[in-house]
């Protein structure tokens, strides 16, 4: 499978400030995901990020929120703007398999703890 | 609302013991899948299971999946207090099963 790293792994903002996350992964990848989780929640797709076109949101996420770029087959980065204590969540990006694995098989990686004060 | 749910939503158990949690969806799918997540860390893959199967295994872990009515099982056998975690059910929504829906997700906690 492939190895997934995010950067940072945790931080603590002021509201109002905005807080780039990046996914690095070790294989090349058609495909990139970003979610979201809550405090004590499941986890909700926010975009879809393919490489070479823009980023696809799901319902109730925008472009203006939450800008994704995906320069290459291999990095992703998320950026949460004007944040407010409401975007305080985990932000994990993930694969799909390809090659290395199942291709229906997603691999996350170990997630971003955002605390928005 | 989410494709599925999962129940219960907080299982303690010994260990040694088994620990079946169950997920329901909404629509059909293509394929589900289970996750662990320890302590609110990223997502380990557990297990695929394919809508045309019906039961699968994978060491101490069983899954199976009944399409009729849209629900899926995970079974651990022999619980060990490493299993500690969340556990959450994801099933596709589109064709190249990779947009995954999530289930709300079961907190299993195995006492030593």
């Known amino acids: 499978s492939a190895v997934i790293s995010q950067k940072p792994s945790r931080d603590i903002c002021q509201r109002g400030t905005s807080l780039t996350i990046q996914c690095q992964v070790d294989?090349?990848?058609?495909?990139m995901f970003w979610y979201r989780q809550q405090p004590g929640q499941s986890l909700t797709l926010i975009a879809t990020?393919?490489?070479?076109?823009?980023?696809?949101?799901e319902s109730g996420f925008v472009i203006d929120k939450f800008p994704i770029s995906r320069p290459n087959l291999t990095f992703s980065t998320l950026t949460v703007s004007n944040m407010s204590p409401e975007d305080s969540s985990i932000y994990l990006c993930?694969?799909?398999?390809?090659?290395?694995?199942?291709?229906?098989?997603?691999?996350f990686g170990p997630g971003t703890r955002l605390t928005v004060t | 609302s989410q494709q599925g749910e999962e129940d219960p939503q907080a299982l303690s158990i010994q260990e040694g013991e088994n620990a079946t949690m169950n997920c329901s969806y909404k629509?059909?799918?293509?394929?589900l899948q289970w996750y662990r997540q320890n302590s609110g860390r990223g997502l380990v893959h557990l297990i695929l299971?394919?809508?045309?199967?019906r039961e699968k295994h994978s060491g101490r872990l069983r899954v199976t999946l009944d399409t009729s009515k849209k629900s899926s099982s995970l079974l651990i056998t022999a619980s060990r207090a490493a299993d500690t975690a969340s556990y959450f059910c994801?099933?596709?929504?589109?064709?190249?099963?990779?947009?995954?829906?999530f289930g709300g997700g079961t907190r299993l906690m195995v006492k030593p």
């Open positions: 993930s694969v799909q398999g390809s090659g290395w694995g199942h291709p229906y098989e997603q691999y």
């Open positions: 990020a393919n490489q070479g076109s823009e980023a696809t949101y």
């Open positions: 294989s090349q990848v058609t495909m």
């Open positions: 299971i394919r809508s045309n199967e």
């Open positions: 629509t059909s799918i293509n394929n």
């Open positions: 994801a099933t596709d929504r589109n064709n190249a099963g990779n947009m995954l829906t």
